[in-house]
């Protein structure tokens, strides 16, 4: 027999079997027990929730000879030929791919005559949201006029998509994600069932990546078992949800902690290079940051087979942060996440929010946790968590697709030193320029870890033979690396091993550098006319690029 995946094997026959969705089984189960079904269903919810099993199983009970207590018995001759798919009488159709007028007419014609062999017709029409308005207006005329003997279910992920004249002809339910309390009790049931052992921690990492999908879990779940052992370990299940352990995360966490940023880097890139993906990292990392503080306020709250992922870690972490420093910290990597969307250098982006991690500095001493705090402090703390809590969901109703975090514009002037910027500015040169692009990436390469992580977010902006300038995206990078003696002599020593020269360095803000670089072309005029051949560019333009190369901004030059 050819393999079958473990969603179709072991999806619910009964109301009974679903899981995660008592309420709308038992409302169902009512119904039918009462005779008060209805014409036309909506199921609204995300994927892998249960509609479509549900939907079956009630197409079932309409029509089941021995129905008992609103459950079919799956074993008279109609409920195992709408099992097996085969009774003509209950029609399935994927508007995803039947999304034509001409189709819903068809059904609205073929609606009409009674069914052939089942009590009443069921219609499943899954994804419905993708019909074509006149295929909406074709089913809508249906829905108006239902005949006796037809039952229609419709099934979607997007109900906003749906219009209102057909929801307003349906009884709706809105089927939930599926607790991971609940993921993780089915896939022991089945490996149990199968003979095959499991980490429970596995199942953890497993139920997670499924985020509240039965169907996912299950898929993730043939995967790991797809590796051929009889054992479902953490190390498989992570490899199949590209998660990563938990345990590094806690060790990346503690050097943080430990203000070991060369430690914290390395995990990353450790991380990076066994293939793991920086944004489902950085997604980790939050939904660790979220345990440490659900735990530090309330441990109970951790379901079951989230405290598998307490380990060694995780209980030194939740008291060695404060609240305030871990909200910082999920704020900072939230920022990040928006910034991956728009980057194609990742791993650039995960080391600099590693560096900013390590300077996220505690928030101004809560009352210290005496052994009975106060209302006011338990209130703002819990505020604090409410907050968060609605972020993440936010996160995870959107896949993560959250607008990047504007950070609001700090009033404080970039305090701008032209005193050392306008004399590098005077006698820069685009061949200088050049020739110290060239090198970056040897000076870089001979920077030690943190500061290399430092100064890959940077850029060579202007050079002349005795001075450099150089651009940051963050200002609090600029000011850490202007501060830092280090950092300093190490560009310093580099520049004077690859060039031979030690110019002097100076930092700028990549914001602000293109109004810099007007301001010194307004006090100080282009330099030179340019030569007859470059007439058809403006003057001020065409030196600009002499000095700076082809860049969307703006400079001057004297070559
Ligand atoms: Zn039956």
Same mark, same amino acid.
């Given at each position: 027999m050819s393999y079958q995946a473990l969603y179709r094997v072991w999806r619910p026959q009964t109301f009974g079997d679903v899981i995660g969705q008592h309420a709308i089984t038992q409302t169902l189960k009512n119904a039918l027990v009462t005779g008060q079904t209805s014409h036309a269903y909506l199921f609204c919810g995300p994927r892998g929730t249960g509609k479509t099993s549900v939907a079956k199983i009630l197409a079932k009970a309409l029509n089941c000879e021995h129905l008992q207590d609103g459950e079919p018995?799956?074993?008279c001759e109609l409920c195992q030929a709408i099992t097996a798919g085969a009774l003509t009488d209950v029609i399935e159709i994927d508007a995803a791919s039947n999304n034509g007028v001409d189709e819903i007419r068809d059904i609205r014609d073929k609606a009409k005559y009674a069914p052939t062999r089942a009590r009443v017709k069921v219609y499943i029409i899954d994804e419905v949201h993708m019909l074509s308005t006149g295929a909406f207006n074709a089913l809508l005329k249906t829905l108006e006029e239902p005949p006796a003997h037809v039952v229609f279910i419709l099934a979607t992920t997007e109900p906003q998509k749906i219009p209102a004249t057909i929801i307003s002809r349906t009884q709706r339910f809105d089927f939930r994600r599926i607790t991971a309390e609940d993921i993780v009790g089915r896939m022991q049931t089945i490996l149990d069932d199968k003979g095959i052992t499991y980490d429970e921690h596995a199942l953890a990492v497993i139920a997670r990546a499924a985020e509240g999908g039965m169907r996912d879990a299950l898929s993730i779940l043939d995967q790991v078992l797809s590796f051929g052992q009889n054992h479902v370990t953490v190390e498989n299940a992570l490899d199949v949800t590209g998660g990563v352990a938990t345990a590094q995360l806690g060790e990346y966490l503690e050097a943080l902690q430990g203000h070991d940023t060369a430690k914290a880097l390395t995990t990353v890139e450790q991380l990076l290079a066994a293939g793991k993906d920086a944004g489902r990292l950085i997604e980790d990392l939050i939904a660790y940051l979220r345990d440490l503080l659900v735990y530090q306020q309330a441990p109970s709250l951790l379901a079951d087979s989230e405290t598998e992922l307490i380990d060694d870690h995780f209980k030194p972490l939740a008291e060695a942060f404060a609240a305030p420093q871990l909200a910082a910290m999920i704020a900072v990597l939230n920022e990040t996440q928006g910034q991956l969307r728009l980057t194609n250098h990742p791993t650039i982006y995960l080391e600099v929010a590693t560096v900013r991690l390590g300077t996220v500095t505690p928030a101004p001493a809560q009352p210290t946790a005496a052994p009975a705090a106060d209302d006011a402090t338990v209130t703002a703390l819990q505020s604090q968590l409410a907050q968060l809590q609605a972020t993440v969901a936010q996160l995870q109703a959107t896949g993560g697709a959250v607008k990047p975090v504007v950070k609001p514009k700090k009033k404080r002037a970039l305090k701008v030193n032209k005193t050392k910027i306008y004399p590098i500015l005077g006698s820069a040169t685009r061949k200088d320029l050049e020739a110290l692009k060239d090198i970056w990436p040897d000076l870089l390469s001979l920077l030690s870890v943190t500061k290399r992580a430092m100064m890959k977010i940077s850029e060579p902006v202007a050079a002349s033979p005795d001075g450099v300038i150089v651009s940051f995206d963050y200002d609090i990078l600029v000011e850490r690396a202007e501060n830092d003696a280090a950092l300093m002599a190490e560009l310093k020593a580099g520049l004077q091993k690859l060039s031979g020269k030690q110019p002097e360095i100076v930092l700028v803000q990549s914001q602000a550098w293109p109004r810099i670089r007007k301001e010194y072309l307004q006090e100080n005029g282009a330099p030179h006319a340019p030569k007859p051949e470059a007439q058809t560019t403006p003057p001020v333009v065409k030196t600009i690029t002499d000095l700076?190369? %082809? %860049?969307?901004n703006i400079t001057v030059t004297n070559d």
């Open positions: 018995d799956n074993t700076f190369g %082809e %860049e969307p």
